[in-house]
């Protein structure tokens, strides 16, 4: 009887097909028949520079530049783990471009900007089109510094002849012909294009990147005019029918030094300027009667006018008694019943007015001035502004120097922007995340970096000069406090956070220089922020020195509240003027405000689109440690286009996360994937059929919904096979012709130090760098598995690593005779020479009845023979009574063979007739170099059945 054995690659499984193999090397399956692989093909050296210790890089990157120019990138760690980077390193004009005091993990690309993370930093380095400039960690924003140190002031008339006081409606009429000659004041000689501001806003300004994103947002810093915002407005009396109305208004002077960031000009094109919208501090939009009059009153109008007002405002006297009752200067006298007495008193009293202003802003800040007034506290919209729109965008340059302007500039803001800033480009919220970041591990997915594995240093939060104030205002005069002009005081800013790891400090440093100008002294905003919504609480130390922060004076301690609508933790003066500090006793700090504070967040996830700018709405948190992620992916180029949703595989659980459809978020939400295995490894892979991990029930693919093991051919370690001589010995000829790496699968897998898909042969490349104690390698192969075909084989080849960002061809790093060289994995299309080795299963035959067999002929094309390097082509034959041990049955050496004329070889291997002995099991066994065009199609056995069916019943009598 005549069976054919179709052959095929590896497997371990108890239950398998005849023609499966206990080893298979340098074949795999195509097309129905089992090819020889190439070897991998050198395209080019590594050379390292003279002058270093190391003989091999770590890691090599091929940067590909828009133009088609592609350039590599080596990066070699010292055995303090810090990394040299190095330039054209497959020349040898390399040269050194930096040295990192980091562990460098991975390399990214965006462009002409390559990213080098490390655990805890990322770093930056941008290719000019000759040569790469090392911009270190993306800078802090460059502080930008306001003041108002000029205020114009316009006044107009408004005539009250003919106000009927007797009306019902006299508070609106007078109302509102008090805001109809504030507007015509604010109009007054402006001009086509002058803007100026009238009360106090918030401003902002951060990093504009290449791509049009933001970084590095600035704390909100409150402006305000030079003089009391409560006098902003003032009224006199020209007359007994004329009153004067005078409106305050003032611009900017903007001082900035971008010198420090000109190396990254290529990459943040300007510092733009963002404002919110005017606080409402001076707005009388809603400005009621009873505040009306005691603007009239107290700004000096004659006592005819002044009585014929409170009479009007005497109609709602429970509410101006209750008023008057907590808010009234001293020595003026109190309505009463319509009667009104001192007038000449109080106008004599400028002390006392003063202070009456002061209290009528406070006054105003209360709630309780608004009980019976639908405005928006100004105070509250002080501490939730979260909306800013740009005005300004200031270039940056690579000769950029300190400079000074004046804002509004009639030349970029038109007459009325800002009456209508909504119409302005909006910032939206915090779209950075404020700490340092890095990440042992990166993944790309549709040109999206995700970092995990996180190391985060908390940030500082403080740079002092983002916070003073260069104006004095409210009645608080600038310069300096009791030191001596010439010194500097020292700050130390310490923050508290209540993190995953409890209460975490983290401190800033700055030394002043104490000048008799206005920015002298601790003269800061009125408004402080950490970009961090777990802060809770800040105090800021001041002293001559910060040695071992002993001696230090505390001037601020506050709490911080959690912003409704930003991502940061504030604090504001209840009365908005800068803050001063204040002496209180001397305190000594336990901890050095120096060292850094870090969280480990093995359970986070960050993205980023553009490798900079890491914005919190992107950071995604799991229930346990994310070991790898991985995606379904049909590799249409190096951007990963058409990828589906991400999948994290985590160690309680795989999960996927859906892809958004807000332009803000990168996902929408995190689903558990279904799964009946758990990752095994922290490797996974993306290909066009699913995302590939190992799992703890052999290797599996995660497509759709869909979890399916592929992988159950090398679920379980091998079974022990002894092929012996012809005395029975172990015969060991076998490793130098049949290699047989019938190895734990498993153990080779789970320990695997990389994965790398090719997507030409669809195939998983698998490669174990475990050594033994004296340094060589326990696995002197690759394995490699076929997705589609789900069949195994290996390459008898060792590799140091893989070429990263090296798509569409797989480029791999060899050592060979001492020096790294690099190869294509994928081999080239000229014919080559291959050593081929198989050692199929045990072949049943289809039952487990002794048989005997009277031919085998191992169909196929074997062409270009070589016997070489003591390396003989041999088909051997094996015979077994039981699945354990085989005896020879039958071998063959074949000869040479030329391929002058292109078909000389042999088309079958025919063993000819074997001895008529019955066994129950077969061995076929082939080794030889080859050309690559020779093929295995498959082994006919000619068999005769040891006994038939009368010959059984015989037996069994």
Known sequence: MKRSVETGGITTASSYKDGDSLSCVNLRRKNGVLKPVKAMKKVGDLYVPTGYSFTA???????????GEENYIGVALTNNNDARVFFDVTKESVSLITDYGARINSIEQNGNLLCFISDSEIYYMFWTGSRYVDLGKMPEMVPVKFSAPTLEAKTVEMDITGIDINNDNVRDVITNNLQSAINRARMLE????????????????????????????????????PENISSFVQISTADSKTFQITVKRYKLQIDYDFSSIKNYSNIIKSVDIFLSPPLGFASFTDMDAYRAFTYYYYSGMTAGIAYSLVEARSKNTSLMAKRDKKYSPTGVGKFSGGAFASIDGVLKRQDDLAVFRERQLLDYMSKEVNDNSDSVNPMDTLKEMSNFYKVKSIAIYSDATQTQMVFPEDSHIMKGTLNSL??????????????????????KYNKNLHLYD????????????????????????????????????????????????????????????????????????????????RAKRLVVYAGNTVSNLAGMTRRLDVSLTEHKFLDMAYYVQDNAIPITGYEMTE????????????????????????????????????????????????????????????????????????????????????????????????????????????????????????????????????????????????????????????????????DATQFVYDFREEEIIIFNDERDASGGRIYPFLLVVGIKSKYAYARNETIDGFVSNSFPDTLVIQTV?????????????????????????????????????????????????????????????????????????????????????????YKDIDFGLTPRSAYRNYIIGFAGTVSDRSEIQYIDFEEQPDYNKKNNIDKMR
């Open 817 to 905: 005779d001492g020096q790294q060289v690099i190869k294509r994995l994928e081999g080239v299309s000229e014919e080559e020479y291959v050593h081929v080795s198989i050692i199929t299963r045990p072949i049943r035959l289809g039952t487990v009845q002794y048989k005997a067999l009277r031919r085998i002929i191992v169909r196929g094309l074997f062409l270009g023979v070589r016997n070489t390097g003591g390396k003989q082509a041999v088909a051997l034959a094996y015979a077994g009574l039981d699945e354990l041990n085989f005896k020879p049955l039958k071998g063959l050496a074949l000869k040479d063979s030329s391929l002058s004329s292109g078909s000389d070889g």
């Open 57 to 67: 890089y770590d890691i090599v990157f091929k940067h590909k530049l828009p133009g």
């Open 422 to 443: 909504a119409t302005q480009e909006e910032l939206y919220g915090n779209l950075y995340y404020p700490h340092s970041i890095g990440g042992k591990k990166t993944y």
């Open 454 to 533: 996180l190391k985060i240093k908390l940030h500082s939060g403080f740079n002092l000069d983002m916070f003073i104030w260069g104006s004095n205002y409210n009645g608080f005069p600038g310069g300096y406090r009791g030191t001596l002009p010439g010194q500097s005081v020292q700050y130390v800013f310490e923050v508290t956070l209540d993190t995953q790891y409890g209460a975490e400090r983290v401190y800033s440093h700055v030394s002043i220089p104490l000048k008799t100008d206005s920015w002298g002294g601790l003269f800061m905003s009125g408004f402080f922020s950490y970009p961090d919504s």
């Open 587 to 750: 305190v000594t700090l336990d901890e050095s405000f120096s060292k850094p504070t870090y969280e480990y967040r093995n359970d986070t996830m960050a993205v980023s689109g553009n490798h900079i700018s890491f914005r919190n709405v992107n950071f995604y948190e799991f229930n346990s440690k994310i070991l790898s992620l991985g995606s379904q992916s049909g590799s249409l180029s190096q951007n990963d286009f058409g990828q589906y949703p991400l999948i994290a595989f985590t160690e309680n659980g795989i999960f996927t996360l859906s892809v958004s459809t807000d332009s803000d978020f990168a996902y929408s939400h995190i689903v558990p994937a279904l799964s009946k295995s758990l990752p095994a490894n922290s490797l996974s892979l993306e290909t066009p059929l699913g995302a590939v991990y190992f799992g703890r029930s052999g290797l599996s693919l995660i497509s759709g919904a869909a979890d399916l093991n592929f992988g159950d051919f090398l679920e379980q370690n091998p079974n022990s096979v002894q092929l012996l001589d012809r005395d029975g010995a172990k015969t060991g000829y076998l490793d130098g012709v049949l290699l047989n790496y019938s190895v734990s699968y498993n153990d080779f897998i789970r």
């Open 190 to 225: 402006l001009g086509d294009n002058s803007v100026f501001l009238y009360d106090l806003h918030f401003i902002r300004y951060a990093y504009k990147l290449f791509d049009g994103s933001y970084t590095k947002l600035s704390p909100p810093v409150l402006i305000a005019p």
